[in-house]
């Protein structure tokens, strides 16, 4: 080795200098990316429960103290910081009212202001560092993309509390596992822990401890179960009298010698959404008696209407008094997701989610016969509700059977806006349905054409779906099934897309309603195919969306705009020319004469979390000479008179004259504008107004002879645009015509009543009138 003279020391010395913000030994950090943490005497860590390693709740060290983030003003922005802190490129959520359990210590950093290019939390404005009023159930959490900074070094990155985790449970039945249909609702409970699946101890379990895993399971509840069934037999007792059945036992047994437990000292309350929120112990690797004179833990969970499957679980849910729901889901994917609405006075209206958490969110979900929640959401991330909002700061211990006889808050219009409405996610049961079915030949996995699974004669095959009135509802149980989100098309040609080695068409006529759980669910032509074009290229093949849009019809401006104008003839060729007039219309003495026409203005809210956009693509759009613009939707709403029995006694239709951004909410910008042939649609937070004063705004209702009727307005009656919900595009209003008059009241969309309501409302049409014009 050779010796290194005091010259070189010095050469280095002066290159030190120059590289540092100081040679004096300042506290200045050094600004390298990779240890920027450190060097602002900070370290970073993701921690909590349930999780995976690139989510959790932030802990931040300072002074030597770890502490946590309080989520007052926390934001998408703070978020991205905050995880390139941690190593990762940038985040995908976050997390409010500690979702990933409450920690201790320190609250170091409130109202966290980021605008998300910061290169370290220190930039951010905040209260300052340990000036919080929070409390740790307000701590914030991140979910970062699982995507790691170049040169980041790991062992920095995620501080892991070093300890075992539960980080899923299921049931294994004893038994006939085979045979049995899915969901499983009973059997031993088994926990994967880091190392693998283990049983759990069942000295000291409870009737608690069960409620809480058939919860995360998916179910509402638990029952009782007979634990002598799976408890250890002695050799004496199998050795009696051979018996039909002695097979199964035998294999009971030698499960039972086979045992692993990793788990015991299991202590719930009831009210706890996961396992791990439970007090429990883990056998350490060294002990050699583990549950000793116990047994593995056994559960049956009752499952909830939806996923009844056999004829006791049927009747049992048929047993219970039925009342009508005073809570529901909207907006969501799957069934166990969405909006929260309640009931109040006959009217559905959401909750504000002010201190909303996983327990008041379990009520939901239970209440609703799914499991405990999975995430309790808030800021609409279910999309905008509509109307009035009910409740605020609901506080649930998680034991309530309901959501109303929770503590909560009336409130008032200043109180909370339709941008805090509150969401769930529920558990739900695993039922298998996704493995029937898969996508083929497309760009990503959210896409391609539709193969499913058909059984005998012989072996399971995979087969293709004739494409012959394949749509949008169709798709959306596709979806749903894959656990894809949203439908975003349903297409009937997927000539674009290789479908490999499948070839055989095994599935025509499908037909849903849209909210089936799978496609063997909806209605189709069984083992007869009958399929008009059979080539694979008219196969079924779907487009998948994790996001998707919500369109609602403003039905107080309805009511507040109708009127009747009688139109000359000379001033409605351009209608006629659209079809906008009844058939009568044809076989008038043009020009001369008039028509009827009750007049109304309608503006369309995008409430969903997606943009409205036209299938149709812009070389496809109709140009109107009369009108002088393109149509990107050839049935955009139906205007229809009914009778209070439902028959229709005058219709309208609109195009989508222009499908535009007219206004939008105050941080919304306008995206769609029609002219010079610009790019159509609805953006989401923004609105389309189709003024009362515009062609083809009306429905003509000359032929219509005096009486009480029903004006209904539906908004993409065809489907042809993928929505997160379809339920909410019927308006209704009564309506009383004396032949020169007419009354319209009492507008609302089509499932913002109660049933009653509903009932009242078309038992009496037009009875009382609160609008003359």
């Known amino acids: ?45 993701l921690a909590g429960f349930p999780r995976k390693p690139f989510e959790g709740r932030v802990e931040i060290q300072q002074a030597g103290e770890w502490g946590t983030i309080c989520d007052d003003d926390f934001t998408l922005e703070a978020a991205h910081v905050l995880c390139r802190e941690l190593g990762f490129t940038e985040a995908t959520g976050w997390t409010h009212s500690a979702k990933y359990g409450p920690g201790t210590g320190r609250i170091w950093l409130d109202n966290l202001s980021c605008r998300g290019t910061e290169r370290s939390v220190t930039e951010c404005a905040s209260r300052g560092w340990g000036n919080s009023d929070c409390t740790h159930d307000e701590d914030a959490g991140v979910i970062c993309k699982d995507e790691r900074l170049p040169g980041f070094p790991d062992s920095n990155v995620i501080e892991v509390e070093h300890h075992l985790q539960v980080e899923e449970v299921r049931l294994r039945p004893a038994v006939g596992r085979g045979r049995r249909p899915l969901p499983v ?18 000295k000291g379990w409870s009737a608690h401890n069960s409620h809480v895993v058939c919860g995360m399971l ?124 309640v009931l109040k006075a006959g009217t559905w209206g959401t909750v ?66 339709h941008g805090q409405d509150a969401g769930v996610r529920c558990n739900m049961p695993y039922t298998g349905v996704e493995t029937r079915i898969r996508l083929s030949g497309g760009r990503s996995r959210h896409e391609g054409r539709v193969e499913v699974q058909i059984g ?45 080695n499948t070839t055989e068409v095994v599935m025509s006529g499908v037909r849903c309603t849209g909210t089936e759980l799978s496609l063997d669910q909806c209605a189709h032509h069984g083992t007869h195919i009958a399929c008009k074009r059979t080539d694979t290229r008219f196969t079924a093949g779907v487009i998948c969306s994790e996001t998707a849009s919500d369109l609602l019809l403003h039905s107080a401006l309805v009511q507040e705009t109708a009127y009747i104008e009688d139109r000359p003839l000379h001033m409605l060729y351009c209608a006629a020319e659209e079809n906008c007039l009844a058939r009568s219309a044809r076989s008038a003495n043009w020009p001369y004469g008039h028509r009827r026409l009750l007049r109304f203005s309608s503006q369309i809210h995008n409430l969903g979390r997606a943009d409205f ?54 941080d919304v910008s306008k995206r769609y504008e029609c002219a010079n042939f610009g790019e159509q649609g609805i ?38 645009v993928a929505e997160s919900d379809f339920t909410n595009n019927a308006m209704k209003c009564n309506c009383k015509y004396d032949g020169h008059r007419i009354w319209v009241h009492n507008c609302h969309i089509g499932d913002a009543f ?19 014009i």
């Not at 929120?277 to 690797?285: A, G, N």
């Not at 309530?400 to 109180?415: F, G, M, R, V």
Request: one cysteine or more.
């Open 613 to 666: 956009r036209p299938k149709a693509g812009r070389h496809s759009w109709v140009w109107h000479e009369c009108h002088g613009h393109y149509h990107s939707m050839d049935i955009f709403t139906h205007y229809d008179i009914l009778t209070p029995n439902g028959t229709k006694v005058a219709e309208g239709h609109k195009a989508s004259f222009c499908l535009e951004d007219t206004e939008c909410q105050e």
């Open 754 to 772: 109660s049933e009653e309501a509903n009932k009242r409302f078309e038992r009496y049409p037009g009875q009382t009138s609160n609008q003359v």
């Open 1 to 45: 080795m050779q010796p290194v003279s005091v010259w070189q020391w010095s050469l280095w010395g002066l290159l030190l200098c120059l590289l540092c913000s100081s040679c004096l030994g300042s506290p200045s950090p050094s600004t390298a990316p990779e240890k920027r943490a450190r060097s602002q005497g900070l370290r970073f860590r």
């Open 352 to 417: 504000c989610d002010r201190k909303w958490d996983l327990q008041a969110a379990s009520v939901v979900c239970r209440e609703l016969g799914f499991g405990s929640a999975r995430e309790a959401l808030s800021g609409a991330r279910m999309g905008q509700g509509m109307g009035a909002i009910h409740l605020s700061e609901v506080r649930c211990s998680g034991q309530e059977p309901s959501l109303w006889k929770c503590p909560h808050k009336n409130i008032t219009a200043e109180d909370c806006s």
């Open 456 to 500: 005998g004669p012989g072996p399971l095959r995979w087969g293709l779906i004739c494409g012959d009135d394949w749509g949008t509802l169709e798709a959306m149980v596709v979806c749903r099934q894959l656990g894809l989100g949203y439908a975003n098309h349903g297409l009937q040609e997927t000539w674009y897309w290789d479908s490999g």
């Open 185 to 202: 609702t009973e059997g031993l409970v088994e926990v994967r822990l880091p190392d693998g699946w283990s049983k759990v101890c069942d």
């Open 683 to 720: 953006t989401v937070g923004c609105w389309d107004l189709y003024r009362h004063d515009i062609d083809c705004q009306w429905i003509d209702i000359t032929d219509v002879k005096p009486g009480n009727y029903i004006l209904q307005v539906v908004i993409n009656p065809n489907f042809e």
């Open 218 to 341: 998916g179910f509402p509840s638990e029952k009782r179960v007979n634990t002598a069934f799976y408890r250890p037999i002695t050799k004496r007792k199998v050795k009696s009298k051979p018996r039909v059945g002695r097979g199964p036992i035998k294999r009971l047994l030698a499960q039972r010698q086979q045992h692993f437990f990793g788990l015991h000292g299991v202590t719930c309350v009831g009210t706890e959404t996961h396992l791990s929120r439970c007090s429990l112990e883990f056998y350490r690797v060294n002990d050699t008696t583990r549950c000793p004179g116990g047994a593995p833990a056994v559960v049956s969970c009752v499952p909830g209407p939806v996923y009844a499957t056999s004829n006791g679980q049927k009747k049992q849910q048929q047993s219970k008094p039925q009342g009508e729901a005073r809570v529901r889901l909207k907006g969501g994917a799957h069934p166990g997701e969405g909006r929260v609405e």
